[in-house]
């Protein structure tokens, strides 16, 4: 709006041009800065003095432009509608007699009012007293209109407008600093060198308020090698230029500032902005945007706080993208690993189609690097990998174990036949020709598939079945595995609650002299009762507490328990009786374990020659010296050994005459065929008797086979035809009985 004085000539009249609603000056057509001065009062005559005392006027380098507002209400709307007003001259007195004070809180209460400095004037000061204005309203000067004169207003107007400078210097670097710390923040949650670099041009495009147009070059070597430098990120018109080479850029004047930037090592502010960046590891980066003006100074140190945190961005990108390597990258083949597998595994597909997930375990592997050495058996690695990415293309290879690699991908090319058909012509590894073979679970991956750790699972289920088959064989795993697996793994988790609420406990089964028809001695034999009253079989779960290594809770359990129960025995009278203890591999090996056997029998003071230790025959056979020596260990101290299942398993005769075994015990299944053919228990009873051993019966169920028993010549058997298993009340009352 333009409002022409009254007084003065017409030429004079002309330098009086008050701005409406406008931020900047207009000189040749170029946009200036301006302070805008907002004159609040509801005389016309006031606005047009108030425009004729500032013609001309220049502060702090820049114009004075006019808002004009004639109420209160009015005030508020230009406050609004105007940005950055940096001074009020406010009447008091205006559709009201305090229309001015009422409007301060309101006016500082509106965005941008804290930083706005106010001047009250007044014509009637008995409506305002200075001291009590001041004191009571937030404002920053007081003065009548009559004082105000052309040099009076400027010299206000003069200490307001550098307050509001001030104010707002302190505003932007305040809210600088706060987009520098969100930036970090934000850049923090980018993986990858590339997306920070790209977040870094983002965040510093708008740092400066500007659109983004800019890119970021890196280089690996120092600052002379041009050849190493390249743009890892750009925006705007640029961002046709990532990953290439700063040479092709196209910009002579660009291209020198981003290599003057590196050589001198510090930003420039010539031509734009170039901003470098050092990094830890020796790095350097340089960001370069166009400003398309002069960078004022606080934006300069704002510009220093930003570069020093995306210096440390840029560590921390590269530490990351270093710890993502080695978490989710075989340092051997340089290909995705377990970790990454199992990332993939969980995504959803990228395409439709079935897909097939397999595990191919290399047969022997380990015997190719105790062989030939680990070189040679890492390029065994290599040679199979290079097969599989040649034969495999649209397939993600991963490296799962030592010995085992993973492959994700379309049922077309993970499939028994194709994996099976990679290992049909020898490797050559090293000048050497090398058959190798590989034994494969799969698992199809329909639409719903399970978790990624269950596929794994599946995998490894399916493998293990393939690998009771034969080596390389395939085998797909099927819901009868997961249901099988589901039941064994309730069943572990459910043995260690059973044995913490003693629903473990032991039977006695009853052994008797052949010679005479008296017992001898007694079995303990282990039993898990569930809570419902039913019975587990221990065929079934000793196997499974054998290998979750349970078992040496147990066993120490039952060695405690049968001992215990030998003492209270001989306590009512029974002290011919001998205890038979089953022992398995795994509390063999403990180190602590004829420790463990000596603490028991002397804890409860009983005959170390009434206690007889049972062992399989698989045990016997997997290390004959070292169990020779455990077991001369264990005769020493008087506890007496039996081999238990004889002729089940795979021990030869020289194996049972150089162990130091001192009785047989006859699986049952060659009791239960005695009365069509004796022949096998024949030949156990005299290999027995002519190695100096005692021999057992187990699983005597007639009256025929206890005759043919004494017949030739055995000593001991136990059975149905005895007694069952009993617990401790009916053992004392059936022994009781016999004895009796």
């Known amino acids: 709006m333009m409002i022409n004085g009254e007084s003065g000539s017409r030429a004079e009249n002309d330098y009086l041009t008050i701005q409406d609603d406008t931020a900047e000056a207009v000189t040749e057509g170029k946009a200036l800065k301006t302070w805008k001065v907002l004159i609040v009062d509801d005389d016309p005559d006031v606005h047009q003095a108030t425009a004729f005392a500032l013609r001309g006027l220049i502060i702090e380098d820049r114009p004075v432009s006019l808002v004009h507002a004639h109420s209160a ?153 041009r050849e190493s430098l390249h743009i890892i990120a750009a925006a705007g018109r640029y961002s046709n230029l990532i990953e290439q080479p700063l040479a092709n850029l196209g910009n002579p004047g660009i291209q020198k500032a981003i290599e003057r930037c590196l050589k001198k090592r510090c930003t420039l502010y010539d031509h734009g902005l170039t901003l470098y960046f050092s990094t830890e590891n020796g790095g350097e980066l340089v960001a370069f945007v166009e400003t398309g003006e002069e960078i004022e100074e606080n934006n300069r140190h704002l510009l220093d706080v930003f570069g020093s945190n995306m210096a440390v961005g840029f560590d921390n990108v590269a530490l990351y993208e270093r710890l993502q390597d080695q978490a989710y990258l075989d340092p051997l083949l340089l290909i995705p690993n377990l970790n990454k597998m199992l990332e993939l595994l969980a995504e959803p597909p990228l395409s439709r189609g079935e897909r097939n997930f397999a595990i191919l375990d290399i047969d022997d592997f380990s015997a190719i690097n105790d062989i030939l050495g680990h070189d040679f058996g890492d390029d065994t690695l290599r040679g199979i990998y290079c097969c599989l990415r040649e034969r495999l293309e649209e397939s993600v290879i991963a490296r799962t174990g030592s010995d085992r690699f993973g492959v994700l991908g379309p049922s077309s090319e993970v499939n028994p036949e194709n994996l099976l058909s990679l290992f049909d012509e020898p490797f050559t590894i090293q000048g050497n020709n090398l058959r190798l073979s590989a034994t494969i679970g799969l698992v199809a991956l329909p639409d719903g598939i399970p978790t990624d750790s269950e596929i794994l699972k599946n995998a490894n289920l399916a493998l293990k079945q393939a690998k009771k088959r034969k080596r390389g064989a395939a085998v797909y795993f099927s819901e009868k595995m997961g249901i099988h697996m589901r039941e064994r793994m309730h069943l572990v988790r459910g043995m260690r609650t059973a044995f913490e609420e003693q629903h473990f406990f032991l039977v006695y089964q009853p052994k008797i002299s052949l010679a005479d028809g008296k017992p001898s001695g007694l079995e303990a034999l282990l039993r898990w009762q569930t809570g419902d009253g039913e019975f587990v079989a221990p065929d079934y779960f000793v196997p499974l507490a054998e290998q979750t290594g349970f078992m040496l809770i147990i066993g120490t359990f039952v060695l405690r328990s049968a001992c215990l129960q030998l003492a209270r025995l001989r306590e009512k009278g029974y002290t011919s009786l001998t205890m038979a203890i089953n022992v398995s591999q795994l509390q063999l090996q403990e180190e602590n374990f004829i420790q463990v056997l000596e603490n028991v029998i002397q804890d409860y003071n009983i005959p170390a020659d009434k206690i007889e230790l049972e062992i399989t025959e698989s045990m016997a056979a997997d290390d004959p010296q070292e169990i020779r020596e455990l077991l001369l260990r264990i005769r020493n101290i008087g506890v007496g050994i039996a081999l238990d299942d004889f002729g089940t398993g795979f021990s030869s005769l020289s194996v049972l005459k150089y162990l130091p075994v001192g009785r047989l015990k006859i699986d049952r299944c060659f009791i239960s065929e005695m009365e069509q053919n004796d022949s096998i228990a024949r030949v156990i009873i005299g290999l027995g008797k002519s190695l100096g051993m005692s021999v057992t019966a187990e699983g005597v169920e007639t009256g025929d086979q206890y005759r043919s028993l004494q017949a030739l010549g055995c000593d001991e058997a136990q059975g149905w035809f005895f007694s069952y298993p009993l617990e401790e009340g009916p053992l004392m009352e059936w022994l009781d009985t016999v004895f009796g």
């Open 73 to 225: 209400g009015d005030a508020l709307e230009r406050i609004t509608d105007t940005p950055d007003i940096a001074v009020a001259l406010l009447d008091v007195v205006m559709e009201t007699e305090d229309a001015g004070l009422a409007v301060i809180k309101k006016i500082r209460e509106l965005p941008g009012g804290q930083a706005l400095r106010i001047i009250l004037r007044t014509g009637q000061p008995g409506y305002a007293p200075e001291l009590e204005t001041i004191r009571h309203y937030d404002i920053n000067d007081y003065k009548t209109k009559s004082e105000l004169t052309r040099t009076r207003l400027y010299t206000s107007l003069t200490a307001a407008i550098r307050a509001y400078s001030q104010m707002k210097k302190m505003e932007e670097m305040r809210a600088g600093l706060e987009m520098v710390v969100e930036a970090s923040t934000e850049l923090n949650q980018k993986r990858g060198l590339e997306r920070f670099a790209e977040g870094v041009v983002e965040q510093l495009c708008a740092l400066l308020s500007i659109e983004p147009e800019g890119l970021i070059c890196a280089q690996a070597g120092g600052a002379d090698n």
